[in-house]
């Protein structure tokens, strides 16, 4: 237990001052790893959004959408910052590759499952009506999707900071696994205090995430939210 | 004696180079004969630790995530404090987890197992609740008009309808944790991680990254095609019915 107070001591001298001469402050730290971690995010959703909705929206490409997800899980995201590094040379670029080939695959899947579930009577309903494809996409599918399709960016939210702080035993600095990968300057509680603010940004994270979820989820389905809230919902439904 | 005899020969420095070929000197793509000379001692041993690591840690957090699916099933209420506990705990990283841990259980294997055991539990016990949650009301109606008890109905009815959603559960939780015993090294020296953390301090050498990297992701396809099999074979009804 004393290793927690000293780690918190070392939280409290280094949050918004560095104590260290080498080290930015840890909100500095935070910060960073956030910057790195919301690029990759972004990059990330730009790329897997579009196809997840679409194959979802065509009821195709089950097989991929559920696959791809599943190799992705199986990177180690250490490996893949490794071979990253061994052919292009550690840098942000190779870290952002990684973050973005480990985020890829749960919002693909994701946003599949969360398309292609939507029942299928609303759909049919909106062509009686006659929506567009755009429409019946757009006003329909989307919005009934976005629990889901949200619970995927979440999981990926959590990859990207958990593989951002991994970055730093493969050697990136700028951020908040510069000091838990390095005991030898920081000591136990500098690594502990580090790792209690890792943790403590990726809830914070998750947590505005769920509320930005919230805010844009319709009104008529914000009830059945145990149901739907926490990352993993779709796997169960994938199976 | 043996001691002495080191002693009397001085410091030794080994002499990589001798033993070394031009393609690990040039640091290549790929030199097959470090991997045959590496095999016996580095690699094999390697692959065998995660192997039992990853095992072990689905193992322990199949059987908490059973009792905690099935107490939860039969109180409601429960349901809502373990999903929010599990969520919790598998939102936390892994590296912060594992250095979290090694506080106060020390660098060992049981920091190792519990941080990937903990990363089980949310994914089982989901699976085991959504497959439980599942099981039609008339085939428990027709359970209990066959006279069953509660404890029948469980085990010979909503068990085994339940068991490809578990199965499903088991094969994301083992792929899961294959992936992240790669980091265990940083409390627990042993399992894959190892060579990769070498690979990285050397330089870093290609070979040995695509070797380690490469025998994490093949184990962990190896372990969910296992899986499937295992399902197949328990659950025949499930492809005469596809079929």
């Not at chain 1, 237990?1 to 000293?6: A, C, G, S």
């Not at chain 2, 043996?2 to 002499?15: E, H, R």
């Not at chain 2, 598998?90 to 259980?105: G, N």
């Not at chain 2, 469980?154 to 309808?161: A, G, I, M, S, W």
Request: proline fraction near 5%.
């Amino acid at each position: 237990m004393h290793e927690f107070i000293e780690a918190f001591r070392f939280i409290a001298h280094n949050g918004a001052v560095s104590g260290y001469p080498e080290l930015p402050s840890l909100t500095h730290l935070a910060l960073e790893t956030l910057k790195v971690g919301a690029i990759g995010v972004a990059i990330s959703v730009v790329l897997a959004v579009p196809l997840g909705v679409w194959l979802g929206h065509l009821h195709r490409g089950s097989f991929i959408a559920i696959n791809v997800g599943n190799i992705g899980r199986a990177l180690p995201s250490l490996v893949v910052l490794a071979i990253g590094d061994a052919f292009l040379g550690l840098g942000l670029t190779v870290v952002e590759v990684a973050l973005v080939i480990l985020a890829v695959p749960p919002i693909v899947t994701n946003a599949y499952l969360a398309v292609d579930g939507v029942d299928r009577d609303l759909v049919d309903a909106a062509k009686g009506m006659g929506m567009s494809e755009l429409e019946i996409l757009t006003r329909v599918e989307l919005p009934l999707a976005v629990p889901l399709l949200f619970a995927g960016i979440r999981t990926a939210a959590l990859f990207v900071i958990s593989t951002t702080t991994i970055a730093a035993l493969a050697g990136f600095s700028g951020s908040l696994g510069d000091v838990i990968a390095n005991e030898t300057s920081y000591h136990f509680s500098g690594v502990l205090g580090a790792a209690i603010c890792v943790a403590v940004l990726a809830l914070a994270v998750d947590g505005a995430l769920t509320l930005v979820q919230r805010t844009i989820t319709p009104r008529g389905l914000r009830e059945v939210k145990l149901e739907q809230s926490p990352a993993l919902a779709a796997e169960a439904a994938a199976t | 004696m043996a001691l002495v005899q080191i002693a009397a020969a001085g410091p030794v420095i080994p002499n990589y180079a001798a033993q070394s070929s031009s393609c690990e000197v040039h640091n290549r793509f790929f030199c097959g004969e470090w991997v045959s000379r590496n095999w016996g001692p580095v690699l094999w041993p390697a692959l065998r630790e995660h192997v039992l690591l990853a095992v072990v840690a689905v193992a322990i957090g199949f059987a908490i995530s059973m009792v905690l699916a099935l107490a939860a099933h039969r109180y409601a209420w429960l349901e809502r404090p373990t999903i929010l506990v599990t969520t919790i705990l598998y939102t936390i990283p892994a590296l912060a987890l594992f250095e979290l841990l090694a506080a106060p259980v020390g660098l060992n294997v049981y920091s190792a197992e519990i941080a990937l055991v903990s990363y089980t539990l949310l994914i089982l016990v989901r699976n085991i609740l959504a497959g439980l949650r599942a099981v039609p009301a008339e085939v428990l109606d027709a359970a209990e008009g066959a006279g069953m008890s509660r404890r029948q109905t469980l085990v010979r009815v909503e068990l085994p309808l339940a068991l490809p959603a578990i199965i499903a559960g088991l094969r994301i939780a083992i792929v899961t944790i294959i992936a992240l015993a790669t980091i265990v090294y940083v409390v627990y020296d042993r399992g894959l991680g190892v060579p990769i953390h070498t690979a990285l301090g050397e330089g870093p050498f290609k070979t040995e990254l695509i070797v380690a990297g490469g025998l994490a992701i093949g184990l962990a396809l190896v372990a969910d095609g296992l899986l499937v099999l295992v399902q197949r074979l328990l659950t025949p009804w499930t492809r005469a019915r596809a079929g």
